[in-house]
């Protein structure tokens, strides 16, 4: 579905496996197997940590309500809650600052 509206969690991120994906649908998007520029969001305890592109608050904000599934675990349910347990620390974070911030691959890649 190369023409598919792709969101991804900035190459940027501490955590390895989001930092991977975000290097992942980067080389994609380079490559042409992506058509439409992708957008990278970054956690706001990182943002500091990025200079280049510039990024966007976005309007959707991320609180206890969006985190709530991944908060969740009911194993009998088939409820996998795995934020909670993978990412523990940065619940609270997420909480203390809940603006949502990206940048758009397409804007990184013209100021490369």
Known sequence: ?????????SEYDANRDHA????????L????EIALPPRAFVAPW????VDEPA???????IGYWEQA???F?????GAWGVG?????DYFDAQLSDPTTWSYSLERARRRA
């Open 73 to 77: 675990t009911d194993i009998h349910a």
């Open 84 to 88: 909670l347990k993978s990412v523990r």
């Open 20 to 27: 991977t994906m975000g290097r992942v649908v980067r080389d």
């Open 55 to 61: 990024l966007e608050a976005e309007t959707a904000q």
């Open 29 to 32: 998007w380079a490559e042409g």
């Open 69 to 71: 599934p991944y908060r």
């Open 1 to 9: 579905m190369p023409y598919a509206e792709v969101w991804v969690v």
């Open 46 to 49: 990182l943002r500091a940590s």
